[in-house]
């Protein structure tokens, strides 16, 4: 008996542990991620957060794909190389938006630059078309977007500068303070699949100041609305699973801006291995009341399902080579839990109609 106690124990213990992110689960140059985007999202709870917490998103439904591709400085316009490169850069993003700043001034064709090593990940600057001329912009201090090793309460600020003259035009300066928290961790449920993530909130104010010649010595300063980046980070996996965006009104109240998650296909995703234990693959489906086990060794598993109360619900052996398939299951959250004496592979399983 007590051996069977102990057994149940450390499995329970498994299912519930936390992860841990380092500079090694985000990009790498050459890598590409398929991000599905909601751009008028309704009925979005980012409040809802804790330890060992269950996000269900698997009812999202966005109509707009994009992919994010990272490079290696040396692959982006030359006329960057100067200010980033192999050197000073780990990572180059080309950011899908452009805006403006003030009267007169036009900022597009974005790409940001990133440096990385095992205490945090930054951003150094950007180039942009600024009023359609490429330009440089190297942040005076950067801003650190994580400080690693990301865990659970895990709270830092940071403080980001720049500023730049536009050669005939003025000139614009931006100052920018970010501060994040790991407020919680545990299991997203996004479409099409499931992950153990860690939740980062990062608060951002942001404001810009411009002087412009072109018109007479014009100078403002113009404040941005309060962002709110709300985070999901799995192992291994380069960009947030899911990631929601708002902004503060004047009263302070949130109002979600956008929603993006990763579109995943079993068959290419980047950490599906990651994901799955090194001899077993799962792939689950949320509102499909089954789930498929393939078993990647000769190696004997026995299969079990638990409910959130701890009942065991099903008990089965796999065979190596073999594919099992749970069908029929009602409704709710479970603890899929495949061993031997070897291995132990655990996840947590959503069931809805």
């Known amino acids: ?104 001034l036009t900022v597009s064709e974005i790409y940001n630059f990133y440096f990385a090593n095992s205490s945090r990940y930054e951003l150094t600057g950007f180039g942009a078309l600024i009023n359609n001329i490429p330009t440089p912009v190297k942040h005076d201090t950067n ?52 992950f153990e993530v860690l939740r980062v909130k990062s608060q951002i104010f942001n404001s810009d100041s411009v002087y412009l010649d072109t018109l007479g010595g014009f100078s403002g300063r113009f404040p941005r609305p309060k962002q709110t980046e709300y985070k999901f980070l799995t192992k291994n996996g380069g960009i947030p699973v899911l990631q929601i965006l708002t902004q503060s009104n004047q009263l302070g109240i949130e109002n979600v801006v956008s929603v993006e998650y990763l579109k995943v296909d079993p068959a290419t995703y980047r950490f599906s291995h990651s994901l799955n234990n090194p001899h077993i693959i799962i792939y689950h489906q949320p509102h499909q009341n089954q789930v498929w086990i393939k078993i990647l060794s000769e190696e004997k ?5 638990y409910d959130l109360s701890g009942k065991l619900v099903f008990q089965d052996y796999l065979q190596g080579s073999d594919s099992y398939e749970l069908k029929n299951i009602p409704s709710g959250f479970y603890s899929l839990v495949i061993y031997n004496q070897n291995h132990t592979f655990t996840r947590k399983l959503l069931i809805s109609e």
């Open 301 to 305: 598993f026995e299969i079990t399902l």
């Open 1 to 104: 008996m007590k051996k069977y106690f102990w057994l149940f124990s450390l499995l329970i213990h498994q299912v519930f542990a936390q992860i841990t992110i380092v500079r090694s689960d985000l990009p790498s140059p050459n890598e590409i991620f398929t991000v599905r985007f909601i751009n008028q999202p309704f009925g979005i709870n980012f409040n809802q957060t804790g330890q060992n917490y269950v996000w269900n998103y698997s009812n999202l439904n966005a109509l707009i794909t994009r992919n994010d591709t990272f490079y290696s400085p040396w692959q982006t316009p030359p006329v960057y190389w100067l200010f980033f490169n192999g050197f000073n850069t780990s990572v180059a993003q080309k950011m899908p938006n452009s805006f403006n700043i003030g009267p007169l």
């Open 143 to 194: 801003d650190v977007i994580y400080r690693f090793p990301l865990t659970y309460n895990k709270k830092d600020t940071s403080y980001s500068t720049f500023d730049i003259n536009i050669p005939g035009i003025g000139y614009w300066k931006n100052n920018q303070r970010r501060y994040n928290h790991v407020d919680g961790w545990g299991t997203l449920y996004i479409p099409n699949d499931t």
